[in-house]
């Protein structure tokens, strides 16, 4: 499974938008780059995906880099509930259709 | 539309000691997956159905962990005997078949944490 990197930790104002990158170097072309989230006890959620352009959706936004090897998830405003584990992954669909999680990026956001 | 049931939601144990745990997934979900996650880590993937069939069970430790999901639709994840090491959350997760659309998107459990003395 390709891998992703992403920062331990972030911090975010409340009502301000936050920026969270992930760095995937070794992306192949079928690969899908797919965000969960998941916020204090509870399991995760599905927050995005794409594969080659941009796409936004009620929660996010992802912004994928031209050569595809970095995204950054976009919270255009974000509140205390968006607080949460944020997870980058590369998926492969030609492989089962499973997520490979890695340790994601703790987002702390301040009032 | 109703989301993954899990339960028990907590169970503690002693070790050596056996732990079932039951999931039933979203109607018409045909992937069912088991996850164990660890205090402060990601989760990782035990198990992977297709239906009834397994597609993936490289990473359960099959000497103590089962699973089975005979009707293609609820699932059962078994320790015996479990270990200190096994405390941890499980989750179930579930998604349309692989050839469906939408088939990207799992949803999640809240997960049954367990304790293990």
């Known amino acids: 499974d390709a891998k992703t990197t992403q920062p331990n930790s972030m911090e975010s104002n409340e009502e301000e938008p936050v920026h969270l990158p992930c760095n995937h170097s070794?992306?192949?072309?079928?690969?899908?780059i797919h965000w969960y989230r998941q916020l204090p006890s509870q399991g995760p959620e599905y927050v995005i995906h794409?594969?080659?352009s941009n796409v936004n959706n009620r929660m996010a936004s992802l912004a994928i880099a031209e050569d595809r090897k970095s995204s950054t998830l976009i919270l255009h405003r974000a509140t205390l509930r968006d607080a949460a584990v944020y997870y980058c992954?590369?998926?492969?669909?030609?492989?089962?259709?499973?997520?490979?999680f890695g340790a994601g990026t703790i987002l702390r956001v301040k009032s | 539309e109703a989301g993954v049931a899990q339960s028990p939601r907590y169970k503690i144990i002693e070790k050596r000691q056996s732990v079932a745990f039951w999931c039933n997934p979203i109607?018409?979900?045909?992937?069912l997956y088991w996850y164990q996650q660890i205090l402060g880590q990601g989760p990782k993937l035990l198990i992977q159905?297709?239906?009834?069939?397994?597609?993936?069970d490289s990473q359960l430790p099959k000497d103590r962990f089962s699973a089975e999901r005979l009707k293609g639709v609820d699932s059962t994840l078994k320790i015996q005997p479990a270990k200190l090491e096994d405390s941890a959350v499980y989750l179930c997760?579930?998604?349309?078949?692989?050839?469906?659309?939408?088939?990207?998107?799992?949803?999640f459990g809240a997960g049954s944490r367990l304790t293990v003395l």
């Open positions: 794409g594969l080659t």
């Open positions: 992954i590369l998926r492969d669909l030609k492989y089962g259709n499973k997520l490979v």
């Open positions: 109607s018409g979900h045909a992937t």
């Open positions: 070794t992306i192949s072309g079928t690969d899908y």
């Open positions: 159905f297709q239906n009834n069939g397994v597609v993936d």
């Open positions: 997760a579930s998604s349309y078949g692989l050839e469906a659309p939408g088939a990207n998107v799992l949803t």
